[in-house]
């Protein structure tokens, strides 16, 4: 859009006045940003900086000097022979009373057979005087599900863009600032520098000045964190005193989401998030997932407790479904198999084998019954049955094992299982007489 305000008029005049810097940036981002690589394949390595191949036997280490072109390579393994590079990078200055920010996109083409090709080309300035107002310079900007383009001449921009309405599309992050750069005082004094752990320069200026304790952890360089939670004033206020400590410990998080996550699972144990023995965990992985694990297990009390405390009104429901086929046992030699006839009885018998007949609820379902082999009075394995196929559809002992009555235990219910079939098929009767 054409300058309309003299600010407009003003920065626009001193944008066409600034020095060409492609071609510096551009040396500058081969060396620094860019990367140098070859593909490599059982026979060959292509060097992506110009174009020849040489053998992979002189790979170190994921590493090696290209013998043509000197240029030092990181070596991947791929059949590719193409590679294209985007970066943007920045060059801060300071211009009379603004402190400018200059962005440039740097484009490499690399093909097997051919030298890389590099392209540089500035796309954008922010304009920021020191009374805080900005304008922006740039190319037309398009940006959608299919695109990201830069086009069109420099000129004033504003961020019209519906796609993307939380973010504005004439401001880019990146952490690649030329050495040169210089930036105010009045912002490095914040801590803003280059390095911006994801918020861009103009982000970074207005959220970080307004909220200290960003700036302390800009300052501590806990980025990863900042990063995570420089939009995040609830969590931010949440984990703050646990922040604190790891910055007084030196202890760089460098997992914001698992360790935000453990802080909370701290919490849950009660323990003191003021501490750094549990703020600050050598190995955070593991600390984090042995506290998930310890969650998990009390959790699943819990959800036991509160089945325990509903057994009254199930045992309703359950004698109202299996009266039929309670009290229900036959015995031979030493192995007695009976039907678990309340509630209760399949609570002490997934107790005692340690399986999940009464946490599963398996006296609800309607379609099976539940019967315990037992021992001496002592369950050893716990049957469940179809009653619609008259079959067995699990037998387990203790922790869901087979024990060695299996057999014997399965040839007693068979032989015994026309008495339950006669009864369901008796219960069956009458319920459809009374359909009718
Ligand atoms: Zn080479």
């Given at each position: 859009?054409?300058?309309?305000?003299?600010?407009?008029?003003?920065?626009?005049?001193?944008?066409?006045?600034?020095?060409?810097?492609?071609?510096?940036?551009?040396?500058?981002?081969?060396?620094?940003?860019?990367?140098?690589?070859g593909?490599?394949?059982?026979?060959r390595?292509?060097?992506?900086?110009?174009g020849?191949?040489?053998?992979?036997?002189?790979?170190?280490?994921?590493?090696?000097?290209?013998?043509?072109?000197?240029?030092?390579?990181?070596?991947e393994?791929?059949?590719?022979?193409?590679?294209?590079?985007?970066?943007?990078?920045?060059?801060?200055?300071?211009?009379?009373?603004?402190?400018?920010?200059?962005?440039?996109?740097?484009?490499?083409?690399?093909?097997?057979?051919?030298?890389?090709?590099?392209?540089?080309?500035?796309?954008?300035?922010?304009?920021?005087?020191?009374?805080?107002k900005?304008?922006?310079?740039?190319?037309?900007?398009?940006?959608?599900?299919?695109?990201?383009?830069?086009?069109?001449?420099?000129?004033?921009?504003?961020?019209?863009?519906?796609?993307?309405?939380?973010?504005?599309?004439?401001?880019?992050?990146?952490?690649?600032?030329?050495?040169?750069?210089?930036?105010?005082?009045?912002?490095?004094?914040?801590?803003?520098?280059?390095?911006?752990?994801?918020?861009?320069?103009?982000?970074?200026?207005?959220?970080?000045?307004?909220?200290?304790?960003?700036e302390?952890?800009?300052?501590?360089?806990?980025?990863?964190?900042?990063?995570?939670?420089?939009?995040?004033?609830?969590?931010?206020?949440?984990?703050?005193?646990?922040?604190?400590?790891?910055?007084?410990?030196?202890?760089?998080?460098?997992?914001?989401?698992?360790?935000?996550?453990?802080?909370?699972?701290?919490?849950?144990?009660?323990?003191?998030?003021?501490?750094?023995?549990?703020?600050?965990?050598k190995?955070?992985?593991?600390?984090?997932?042995?506290?998930v694990?310890?969650?998990?297990?009390?959790?699943?009390?819990?959800?036991?407790?509160?089945?325990?405390?509903r057994?009254?009104?199930?045992?309703k429901?359950?004698?109202?479904?299996?009266a039929?086929?309670?009290?229900?046992?036959?015995?031979?030699?030493?192995?007695?198999?009976?039907?678990?006839?309340s509630?209760?009885?399949?609570?002490?018998?997934?107790d005692?084998?340690?399986?999940?007949?009464?946490?599963?609820?398996?006296?609800?379902k309607?379609?099976?019954?539940?019967?315990?082999?037992?021992?001496?009075?002592?369950?050893?394995?716990?049957?469940e049955?179809?009653?619609?196929?008259?079959?067995?559809?699990q037998?387990?002992?203790?922790?869901?094992?087979?024990?060695?009555?299996?057999?014997?235990?399965?040839?007693?219910?068979?032989?015994?299982?026309?008495?339950?079939?006669?009864?369901?098929?008796?219960?069956?009767?009458?319920?459809?007489?009374?359909?009718?």
């Amino acid at each position: 859009m054409k300058p309309k305000t003299k600010l407009q008029l003003e920065v626009v005049r001193m944008s066409k006045e600034l020095p060409d810097e492609d071609d510096k940036m551009l040396s500058w981002a081969k060396s620094n940003v860019l990367q140098h690589k070859g593909y490599e394949t059982k026979n060959r390595i292509i060097c992506f900086d110009c174009g020849e191949r040489f053998s992979p036997n002189i790979v170190i280490r994921k590493r090696a000097t290209c013998p043509h072109c000197g240029a030092k390579l990181s070596i991947e393994k791929s059949r590719r022979t193409t590679l294209e590079q985007v970066e943007f990078v920045a060059f801060a200055q300071v211009i009379f009373d603004y402190q400018v920010v200059r962005y440039f996109e740097i484009r490499s083409h690399h093909k097997s057979g051919f030298q890389a090709k590099y392209y540089s080309c500035e796309i954008l300035q922010h304009w920021i005087r020191k009374d805080g107002k900005r304008e922006t310079v740039a190319r037309n900007h398009t940006l959608n599900y299919s695109v990201d383009s830069w086009n069109g001449d420099m000129e004033i921009r504003k961020d019209y863009n519906r796609w993307y309405r939380s973010a504005n599309k004439y401001d880019i992050y990146t952490e690649h600032f030329h050495p040169d750069s210089k930036i105010l005082y009045k912002y490095t004094m914040y801590g803003i520098d280059h390095n911006l752990a994801g918020l861009t320069f103009i982000e970074a200026i207005k959220i970080v000045p307004s909220e200290p304790r960003l700036e302390t952890m800009l300052k501590a360089k806990q980025y990863w964190l900042l990063a995570n939670l420089s939009q995040e004033s609830y969590s931010l206020s949440r984990l703050w005193p646990s922040i604190k400590i790891c910055i007084r410990n030196r202890y760089i998080v460098k997992d914001a989401k698992i360790w935000s996550d453990y802080i909370e699972l701290l919490r849950f144990f009660q323990k003191d998030i003021h501490n750094a023995k549990y703020v600050c965990p050598k190995n955070l992985k593991k600390e984090h997932d042995r506290f998930v694990a310890k969650k998990r297990t009390v959790q699943e009390r819990i959800k036991i407790e509160e089945k325990r405390s509903r057994i009254e009104i199930w045992e309703k429901e359950f004698k109202e479904k299996k009266a039929h086929l309670l009290g229900i046992c036959f015995e031979s030699e030493n192995i007695k198999i009976k039907t678990l006839d309340s509630v209760q009885e399949y609570l002490e018998e997934g107790d005692t084998l340690h399986h999940c007949v009464f946490t599963n609820e398996y006296f609800l379902k309607q379609d099976s019954i539940c019967l315990s082999a037992r021992i001496d009075e002592k369950p050893i394995e716990t049957i469940e049955l179809s009653l619609s196929e008259m079959k067995i559809v699990q037998c387990r002992g203790s922790y869901n094992s087979v024990t060695p009555h299996h057999d014997n235990i399965v040839n007693l219910l068979n032989n015994n299982i026309n008495v339950i079939k006669s009864l369901q098929r008796g219960r069956e009767r009458q319920d459809s007489s009374y359909v009718i």
